[in-house]
Structures are given as structure tokens and as C-alpha cells.
């Protein structure tokens, strides 16, 4: 991470680009969202070095050849609609009060990582809305399918870093590679049956609406996949690999984006007391579920939530192939064969855009005015292949936040933290950016 850091760094002194070799391939770094805005709209291709990727997810939409995504995309972005999402929002409740209850056994332990917490429910909210299987993992924080994601992500972000690991002629016969692909084949089958069963199911609702019977099948929130495979032409070879990027895209950058809101506020206990006066006034004193209509009214927590992104993206690069000429402002021309690195992290704090205090945490500036250029902020990427689940996590994010503020406050793991000058958080990349302290806090209860 420490990297990206000095790139983007030396970028902002660059006129917002720099250029960097990662083994043989040159790649031009990019800390300016005006230079962003022009390549994340002209570059669709992904950089080759995200195919390493594919080795998991196949042809899954968000790492597939633009003459895959496009078409799927279509299909895709019509499940994301407010209604659907809206419907996710009593699994995002129900799954945020199993997370208060786990985390009443953390309320005498002092500093603790709320990470394997917000993974937990990240897991069993992504698969429940996502795939329509309650995989419980909340309850059994070893459930295998979780495991076999964790360690394929972690296995597949150890190469992408190492270079020498990239060609499958080596890696092949590396022991990671057995590994990873005994934890690839557990969790496609996992996922091939769950959609083996969505389509039996499926035609059963057909043939009872055929026949005028009332069908008796699943209750409550269609999942996406459920719907995918109503309303749409996916074989079930499409309808797995797209299962594997929801799954993918859903937990882990779900969990790295409340895993450091959470971080912010034991740190900002200011931000936090706001925080709860304004859930006190669309609540009162309610322990009720959050419901749609709350999460609109939460201006103060959707600025915090920003801000964390703002400073700790969950995905702090992009990176593109560059296949024809493209002119850039300021005069430089890209040229075909060379990658391009989308700074994201770089791009959040380049003072021009954020101003001189744009290192520090501050909500309000979400609040205050608007985006000097819409490519300042993209948490969750920019342009034509932005993620189509950006509102589906900030749901998410502030379903869990909501319900977990009203019955705890965060505070830091450290005592005298209050009294001792802040420190920048160590980072580390794996895929995400997280914190290399494995974000440890404590809490207390409010009653």
C-alpha cells in the first residue's frame, strides 16, 4: 500500500500523473479525476494483470472482456433498482441484530477486532439477498464457504503483488495454486447447486401459475439470482459466475468500508455523538428494525460513511488497458500496450479538489458543498463500469451502523487515545485496502 502512497503523492507534484514499472510492463499512475474522468470513460478494458482474478470469478461481469460485461451489464443493472433494494433492507436489519447480539460477548474483553464481525454479516446478508441461502456464518464464524472465499482472497492478492507468480506455467505447480483451486472448486460447486435449486424452483412457480395452483415456495425477499433467473436468459454457467462476483464484490468491500467507518468514529467520539443525536431523532428511543425510509433521513451517518470512503477506498486502485491513442488534458497522449493505474486513494486526498484539509476526517465537507468534479470521489469506481451494487452497500453500510450505534458506542482500543496525538492508520493492500491493526476497538453499551 505503502506504494500507492508515494505515487500518488509524487503525482499530485506531476501535473496528477506519474509513471511507474511493474516488472516489464509501464504503467502511468493517475491522482487527478479530471485525468480520470477522460480514461474511465475511453479505457473499458480491464489491465491484464486483473485477469489473474479470472482464475476465480471466470467470466464474472466485473473483471470479463468488454464484449461479455456489456451485454450482461444491461441485464444486471435492471435488478438494482430501488424496490429491490428497498426489499433488501428487512435482511439487512435482520442480520444487523444477530451482529448486536455477537457482539455483546466483546463488551468485557477490552480492544477487540470488529473485523471477522463485519464479515460475518456482510457474508450471511450478501448470500441471503444475493444468492436466497442463509449460510449462517454469523453463528459459525468457520463456515466453510466463508473460509474457502477468505483463503482464495488471500492466496489471489499474494500474486497479484508477485510478479514472478503471474504466469500459470509457473504457478501451476506451486502449492498455493492446489490450494487455491481446492477452495475455487468447494465454492463453485457450493454456488452450482444453490442454482441447480433456484431453477427447479423456478419452474415449479411456472407450471403451478400454469395449472392456477398456489405455489408454496420460498417466502419473503427474492434474492438477485431468484430474479436473474425469471427475468432473464442466463444459462446456468452465467447465472454461477455472476453469483461469484456478487458474492465477492459484496462482502469484502462491504465489510472494509464498516470496518473503518467504525475505526473513524472510536477515533472521532465528536462525529459519533452527532452521529447518535441524529438516530435518536428519527428513532427516538426505538430498538425497531430500520426500514427505507430511515436510511433517507440519515444525512449526518451517509456523510460520515463518505468521508470513510473518501479517505480509506475499499479498492484503492483501478486499473485499465490502454488499446488505442488516448489524448489526455494537458497534452500527453496514451499509446496502446500501456496500463494505466486509476489512484483512487490518491485522487480522495488531492488537495486541489479536497483542500488543504483533505488528510482529515471531516463529514461535514459532504454536507458543506458540492464535488468540485464528479470523478473527486469514486469509492466504488467512475464511469460506464462503476459498480452496479454502490447503492446496495450503502444500504448495507448504514443498516448495520444504525443499528449498531443505538445500542453501542465505539471506542478506541487505546485508552489514553484521547489524550496522545493521532497517528495515520498503517494500511496494507490484499485485493482491499485495510488496516494493518486489523481494526481493533472497544465498545460500551448505552443502557
Same mark, same amino acid.
Given at each position: 500500500?505503502?506504494? /500507492?502512497? *508515494?505515487?500518488?503523492?509524487?503525482?499530485?507534484?506531476?501535473?496528477?500523473?506519474?509513471?511507474?514499472?511493474?516488472?516489464?510492463?509501464?504503467?502511468?499512475?493517475?491522482?487527478?479525476?479530471? *485525468?480520470?474522468?477522460?480514461?474511465?470513460?475511453?479505457?473499458? $478494458?480491464k489491465?491484464?494483470?486483473?485477469?489473474?482474478?479470472?482464475?476465480?470469478?471466470?467470466?464474472?461481469s466485473?473483471?470479463?472482456?468488454?464484449? *461479455?460485461?456489456?451485454?450482461?451489464?444491461?441485464?444486471l443493472?435492471?435488478h438494482f433498482?430501488?424496490?429491490?433494494?428497498?426489499?433488501?433492507?428487512? +435482511?439487512?436489519?435482520?442480520?444487523?441484530?444477530?451482529?448486536?447480539?455477537?457482539? !455483546?460477548?466483546?463488551?468485557?474483553?477490552?480492544?477487540?477486532?470488529?473485523?471477522?464481525?463485519?464479515?460475518?454479516?456482510?457474508?450471511?446478508?450478501?448470500?441471503?439477498?444475493?444468492?436466497?441461502?442463509? +449460510?449462517?456464518?454469523q453463528?459459525?464464524?468457520?463456515?466453510?464457504?466463508?473460509?474457502?472465499?477468505?483463503?482464495?482472497?488471500?492466496?489471489?492478492? @499474494?500474486?497479484?503483488?508477485? %510478479?514472478?507468480?503471474?504466469?500459470?506455467?509457473?504457478?501451476?505447480h506451486?502449492?498455493?495454486?492446489?490450494?487455491?483451486?481446492?477452495? !475455487?472448486? /468447494?465454492?463453485?460447486?457450493?454456488?452450482?447447486?444453490?442454482?441447480?435449486?433456484?431453477?427447479?424452483?423456478?419452474?415449479?412457480?411456472?407450471?403451478?401459475?400454469?395449472?392456477?395452483?398456489?405455489?408454496?415456495?420460498s417466502?419473503?425477499?427474492?434474492?438477485?439470482? $431468484?430474479?436473474?433467473?425469471?427475468?432473464?436468459?442466463?444459462?446456468? !454457467?452465467?447465472?454461477?459466475?455472476?453469483? +461469484?462476483i456478487?458474492?465477492? @464484490?459484496?462482502?469484502?468491500?462491504t465489510?472494509?468500508?464498516?470496518?473503518?467507518?467504525?475505526?473513524?468514529?472510536?477515533?472521532?467520539?465528536?462525529?459519533q455523538?452527532?452521529?447518535?443525536?441524529?438516530?435518536?431523532?428519527?428513532?427516538?428511543?426505538?430498538?425497531?428494525?430500520?426500514?427505507?425510509?430511515?436510511?433517507?433521513?440519515?444525512?449526518?451517518?451517509?456523510?460520515?460513511?463518505?468521508?470513510?470512503?473518501?479517505?480509506?477506498? %475499499?479498492?484503492?486502485?483501478?486499473?485499465?488497458?490502454?488499446?488505442?491513442?488516448?489524448?489526455?488534458?494537458?497534452?500527453?497522449?496514451?499509446?496502446?500496450?500501456?496500463?494505466?493505474?486509476?489512484?483512487?486513494? @490518491?485522487?480522495?486526498?488531492?488537495?486541489?479538489?479536497?483542500?488543504?484539509?483533505? $488528510?482529515?476526517?471531516?463529514?461535514?465537507?459532504?454536507?458543506?458543498?458540492?464535488?468540485?468534479? %464528479?470523478?473527486?470521489?469514486?469509492p466504488?469506481?467512475?464511469?460506464?463500469?462503476?459498480?452496479?451494487?454502490?447503492?446496495?452497500?450503502?444500504?448495507?453500510?448504514?443498516?448495520?451502523?444504525?443499528?449498531?450505534?443505538?445500542?453501542?458506542?465505539?471506542?478506541?482500543?487505546?485508552?489514553?487515545? @484521547?489524550?496522545? !496525538?493521532? $497517528?495515520?492508520?498503517?494500511?496494507?493492500?490484499?485485493?482491499?485496502?485495510?488496516?494493518?491493526?486489523?481494526?481493533?476497538l472497544?465498545?460500551?453499551?448505552?443502557?
Open positions: 500500500m505503502r506504494a /500507492f502512497q *508515494i505515487l500518488g503523492r509524487d503525482a499530485f507534484n506531476r501535473d496528477g500523473m506519474t509513471s511507474v514499472w511493474h516488472a516489464n510492463r509501464f504503467f502511468t499512475v493517475v491522482a487527478d479525476p479530471i *485525468i480520470a474522468d477522460v480514461i474511465l470513460k475511453s479505457c473499458l $478494458e489491465d491484464d494483470i486483473m485477469k489473474l482474478a479470472q482464475l476465480l470469478t471466470d467470466n464474472g466485473i473483471f470479463a472482456a468488454v464484449s *461479455i460485461w456489456r451485454p450482461r451489464r444491461k441485464i443493472a435492471s433498482n430501488t424496490k429491490i433494494l428497498n426489499d433488501f433492507v428487512s +435482511v439487512f436489519s435482520k442480520q444487523s441484530e444477530i451482529l448486536i447480539t455477537k457482539l !455483546k460477548e466483546t463488551l468485557d474483553r477490552g480492544s477487540f477486532s470488529v473485523w471477522n464481525y463485519f464479515t460475518t454479516y456482510t457474508m450471511d446478508a450478501v448470500c441471503e439477498t444475493s444468492l436466497g441461502v442463509q +449460510v449462517k456464518s453463528h459459525n464464524p468457520d463456515q466453510p464457504f466463508l473460509k474457502a472465499f477468505e483463503e482464495c482472497c488471500d492466496l489471489g492478492s @499474494a500474486r497479484m503483488v508477485q %510478479p514472478w507468480l503471474h504466469s500459470m506455467t509457473v504457478y501451476r506451486l502449492p498455493q495454486y492446489k490450494r487455491y483451486m481446492k477452495n !475455487k472448486y /468447494f465454492i463453485c460447486d457450493f454456488i452450482k447447486k444453490i442454482v441447480q435449486s433456484k431453477r427447479k424452483d423456478n419452474e415449479l412457480h411456472q407450471i403451478s401459475d400454469m395449472n392456477g395452483d398456489q405455489y408454496t415456495g417466502d419473503g425477499v427474492k434474492s438477485l439470482l $431468484e430474479l436473474l433467473i425469471k427475468n432473464s436468459n442466463f444459462t446456468d !454457467k452465467e447465472l454461477q459466475e455472476e453469483s +461469484v456478487m458474492v465477492l @464484490a459484496g462482502t469484502d468491500t465489510a472494509v468500508a464498516a470496518s473503518f467507518t467504525a475505526l473513524m468514529l472510536s477515533q472521532h467520539l465528536d462525529v455523538d452527532k452521529v447518535y443525536e441524529e438516530l435518536r431523532e428519527v428513532f427516538g428511543d426505538s430498538n425497531r428494525a430500520v426500514e427505507p425510509d430511515d436510511l433517507s433521513q440519515l444525512k449526518y451517518l451517509d456523510a460520515v460513511v463518505r468521508e470513510s470512503l473518501r479517505l480509506y477506498p %475499499p479498492v484503492p486502485v483501478i486499473t485499465r488497458k490502454v488499446e488505442r491513442d488516448v489524448a489526455l488534458p494537458g497534452g500527453v497522449t496514451l499509446i496502446p500496450g500501456c496500463g494505466v493505474v486509476v489512484n483512487i486513494w @490518491a485522487i480522495h486526498r488531492n488537495p486541489h479538489y479536497w483542500g488543504d484539509d483533505a $488528510e482529515e476526517f471531516r463529514p461535514e465537507r459532504f454536507l458543506d458543498s458540492a464535488l468540485k468534479h %464528479p470523478a473527486a470521489f469514486m466504488f469506481s467512475y464511469g460506464p463500469r462503476g459498480c452496479l451494487g454502490y447503492r446496495y452497500a450503502m444500504m448495507a453500510l448504514k443498516s448495520a451502523l444504525a443499528s449498531l450505534l443505538r445500542q453501542y458506542r465505539l471506542m478506541p482500543d487505546n485508552e489514553s487515545y @484521547a489524550t496522545v !496525538k493521532r $497517528e495515520p492508520l498503517r494500511l496494507k493492500f490484499d485485493i482491499m485496502m485495510k488496516d494493518v491493526n486489523n481494526f481493533r472497544r465498545i460500551e453499551s448505552r443502557n
